[in-house]
């Protein structure tokens, strides 16, 4: 049966690569809508990157909603703006008890030097993308999109968040009983087996509001984490993104001329992974088909503070609780995913 | 049929556990001898221990040879002993190709604080346990007699590593051709989805020497790790404890003054552990019967430096190599795990 779909992106180029796969599924899919999340770029950029996407492939009918822009507590500033670890705690616990968010400074969030080297200032590789004719929904409209689609379709629903987890994690504090409405959440993010990407700790997505990701892994909801365990066995070489060039069409020259750029960076900086790592896309593709992963289910947290900050690790607490809230992907069927992916984006991109 | 197995132990609390439960898995296997290694106690108390338990259960015609009495870099000194980190890596070097090892101090290895108060300056909970009549074999024979009875035994052998590692590592260093033989290595350490005991990164045994952790995990031999991911599932109550008490027996006695120990620090210290920890029984009976827990493959390195130092993690480098060189487990039957362990070691106190 189709499942409904809600890709929440921080649009970014393996974000850019989700949507074609999400778009390419549709035998498995309805994408009914983009929510826009940060961290390779800011919630505005990657609103504006979902949307020319989209529209690049044709798909002007998926709307997209802007979601939180910014982390529950300021914990990229501690030294810059003097905040203490009390004071982080003492805003993500505002936070948990309903206040609109711990931020309690005048500056806006924006990338780490990381990700604007990983994903180029503009996100998608410094590719020229036109902007959508359409503008995103209200800001801060994703919240109450989510919450709505959830409460409509229940299990029938599947979100695929592959970013800062503010925007999820603000749902099931503001729409508590969807912990058990069994809507699927498979989440890029995180590292159990694996050192970090931004820290020898942490990974890029949980590490944009460690608060958030806690709070999601904490709260009740089922989660499916498709991590850097998984990613990081997954890549795209530069050989096979250059079939799409053979296609001729303006949709293939931007996926390769964004590829191009984002395998640049792996080769020079982590050439372990022999291409790109295909983080986002392979969520969508466990989120549709979750045979293609092995999982294990586990109690995770979010270590908060000190150089272990981001990390996700099992919950001491929980863990002679024999009901694991998170499942988490230890093992994927590579060729399965590769092929499926080359054969779904390239049909999108084939137009 | 049955094994051959060699218990390499620290002998501490929970080894005199192990060798219990060893010695009534009779039916299952041959313990042919304890080597004794570093980590709750020192070597010579670890072999003093280990012989005053098999005398205590009247097995004393199980040999017990001294291992390796020190780390392979001087890590635990680096303030005090102003080592760096670069002299510590060329200790791992140079250990690695052949030295007799890195250490290049005059001050003993010596237990830190946290192993006894875990286990008491005794290793077993302050219990009074007569001296055997027998001695160890000679200094340092414990790398020769595991490397003579992996030549004879091959598969039929299996080893119990549940201290530092460093016997073990030298073990493999000293004759690669055992990486093949298919002797079965089944370890108490690491923690791979739990934060550490003994920091945020590390557990015990990994932390005493991190170095030949990292050696045993790199050199192609196939291990099977049972760290905190497991142990901290499986609990012996004081409850539990206790029926050994009715059995009026000297050793009954024994266990339930060495468990009572354990149990009050485990009380204090890890109250969610409900309990005291069974680690090295466990790794005994996961050897011995595999079933008992659910392993999952990974190619493991230990971090070296920093405050990630003696972190069990994946190698980045060889995620995406299918072939895995240890079994990590990460589940565990608990309640045929516990019957089993209260059976066996109950057989044994009566005599």
Redesign the interface.
Known sequence: MRKKLILDLDTGIDDALAIAYALGSAGDADLIGITATYGNVAVPLAARNALAVLHAFGRDDIPVYPGIDHPIAPAKLPLMRGTTPDERAEAYRRWQEGGEDGWQTDTPWSPSPGSVAVHHPNGIGGAVLPDSPRQPEAPGSAVDFIIAAARECGPDLTIVPTGAMTTMATVFRNAPDLKDSGINVTLMGGS????GNVS??AEANISQDPEAADYLFKCGARTTMIGL?VT??T?LTREKAHEWAALGTPAGDFLVTMTDYYIDFYVKN?P???GCGLHDPLAVAAALDPSLV?T?G?NLQV?LE???RGRT??D??R??DPDKHTQVA??VNVPAFLDRFMQRVTAVVRG
Do not use: K, M, N, W
């Open positions: 159990l087996t694996l050192p020898p700790a365990d990081h066995q890549a982590q372990e992974i022999h092995t294990f586990f270590d000190g150089p272990f690790i099992g001491r607490s863990v002679q230890l093992g």
